[in-house]
C-alpha cells in the first residue's frame, strides 16, 4: 500500500518543510479521555509521527458519549492500547508508545520528558495535573494544557489563553489556588484550552462504571458532550502543529 498521499492535503497548507518539521517532533499526551483521545486523533491525521500516549484507565460505558476508544466493543479494554491501534491503522508508520499508567510525583522521572519537543496535559486528578504543569514548564519542551471541558455545552465559546490568564473556569482557579498555597507557579508561560461557559447538572449523576478511576467515585461526576471535548481535543492538536509552522 503506498502512502505517500497520507498528507498531501496537509503539506498543500502548510509546505513540504513544515511536514518534514511535523514528523520530526516528539509529542508525550497525558490523558486520552474526552479531551486527549481526539487530540491524539488530530496529531497523527496532521503528520506526527512520534506519540506516546500516557493514561491508566480502561474504556467504561460511561465514556462512550464523548471519548474516541470508546465502543460497546472496547469496554474493559485500555484506552491508550485502543488508541495504539487505531493510529497505527490511520499511519502505520507513526510510533506510537503506549504507557497505561497514572502520572504523579512519584513516578515523574520515568517519563522522560527532556526527551520531548511538547508535553500536553489532559488529565483530571487536581494534584497530579498540577505537579505534571509544574515539572513540564522545566523540561524546556513546549507545554499546552487543557482545561475543564465538563458542564459545558456550545463549543463556541472555546478559547486559548496563557494559564494565569484563564477566566471564568473553575480547574484553572483551583490550580492557581493550589499552586500558590504551594508557593509556586509554574516556571514557564503556557497556553490553555478553556471555557467560561458554566452549565449545571441538570439529570441524574450515574454511577462511575468499571474501569474509572478511585478519584472520579471521590468527586463529583459532571455532564459532557463530545461536540465540546473533542473541539477541546483539537484545539491542542492544532496549537501544536502551529507552534511546529510557525516556527519554520
Given at each position: ?129 498540577a505537579h505534571l504543569l509544574h515539572t ?11 482545561m475543564g471541558a465538563a458542564l459545558k ?96
Amino acid at each position: 500500500m503506498e502512502y505517500d498521499n497520507l498528507f498531501a492535503r496537509t503539506e498543500l497548507l502548510i509546505g513540504s518543510e513544515a511536514m518534514v518539521a511535523v514528523a520530526s517532533k516528539r509529542v508525550i499526551l497525558f490523558g486520552v479521555g474526552g479531551v486527549g483521545s481526539w487530540c491524539a486523533e488530530g496529531l497523527i491525521r496532521s503528520g506526527i509521527l512520534q506519540l506516546t500516549l500516557v493514561d491508566p484507565d480502561r474504556v467504561a460505558a460511561t465514556n462512550i458519549n464523548r471519548q474516541l476508544p470508546a465502543t460497546t466493543a472496547t469496554l474493559g479494554e485500555l484506552k491508550v492500547e485502543v488508541m495504539k491501534r487505531r493510529l497505527e491503522e490511520i499511519n502505520p508508520q507513526a510510533v506510537i508508545t503506549a504507557i497505561p499508567e497514572i502520572y504523579s510525583a512519584d513516578n515523574t522521572d520515568s517519563f522522560h520528558l527532556e526527551q520531548y519537543d511538547y508535553i500536553i496535559d489532559a488529565i483530571d486528578s487536581l494534584s497530579h495535573k498540577a505537579h505534571l504543569l509544574h515539572t513540564a514548564a522545566r523540561s524546556g519542551a513546549i507545554l499546552f494544557s487543557s482545561m475543564g471541558a465538563a458542564l459545558k455545552m456550545d463549543p463556541q465559546q472555546i478559547r486559548v489563553a496563557e494559564f494565569r490568564k484563564v477566566r471564568g473556569c473553575r480547574l484553572a482557579a483551583a490550580l492557581r489556588k493550589l499552586m500558590r498555597k504551594g508557593g509556586e507557579m509554574p516556571h514557564q508561560p503556557f497556553l490553555c484550552v478553556y471555557s467560561e461557559e458554566l452549565q449545571e447538572n441538570r439529570g441524574r449523576t450515574a454511577l462511575p462504571q468499571a474501569g474509572e478511576r478511585e478519584s472520579f467515585r471521590k468527586s463529583q461526576t459532571n455532564g459532557s458532550l463530545v461536540q465540546v471535548t473533542a473541539v477541546f481535543g483539537f484545539t491542542l492538536a492544532g496549537l501544536v502543529i502551529q507552534d511546529i509552522v510557525n516556527r519554520i
